[in-house]
């Protein structure tokens, strides 16, 4: 049984920077990429960042690109979101998820397990 767990949400202010974790067990961490997703009320979820299982390749959404970076530490079976340049707007629920294959991708149908999720608040 696969378990994701997220932590690291909280409270920042505009223009603050926020370290998202998320730790994975249950099978081989480093065989699968991993993906950050997130929901704001109202709206539909929302591709974040992807990571390919070794690390290699790394993809972001349109509105993150240049202020959100994703990573992993296979020795840990963790995955991080460092959260830079924070605005309002990035206020959501964020999900870690990991794929059912090795490589990143931006479609949520392509991630087989999701985490209950952490919330971020950016206030102005």
């Known amino acids: 049984q696969v378990q994701l767990v997220e932590s690291g949400g909280g409270l920042a202010q505009a223009g603050g920077s926020l370290r998202l974790s998320c730790a994975a067990s249950?099978?081989?961490?480093?065989?699968?990429?991993m993906g950050w997703f997130r929901q704001a009320p109202g709206k539909e979820r929302e591709f974040v960042a992807a990571?390919?299982?070794?690390?290699?390749?790394?993809y972001y959404g349109d509105s993150v690109k240049g202020r959100f970076t994703i990573s992993r530490d296979n020795a840990k079976n963790t995955v991080y979101l460092q959260m830079n340049s924070l605005k309002p707007e990035d206020t959501a629920v964020y999900y870690c998820a990991q794929a059912g294959r090795g490589s990143g991708a931006s479609q949520s149908g392509l991630y087989h397990y999701w985490g209950q999720g952490t919330q971020v608040t950016v206030s102005s």
């Open positions: 990571i390919s299982y070794s690390g290699g390749n790394t």
């Open positions: 249950g099978r081989t961490f480093s065989r699968y990429a």
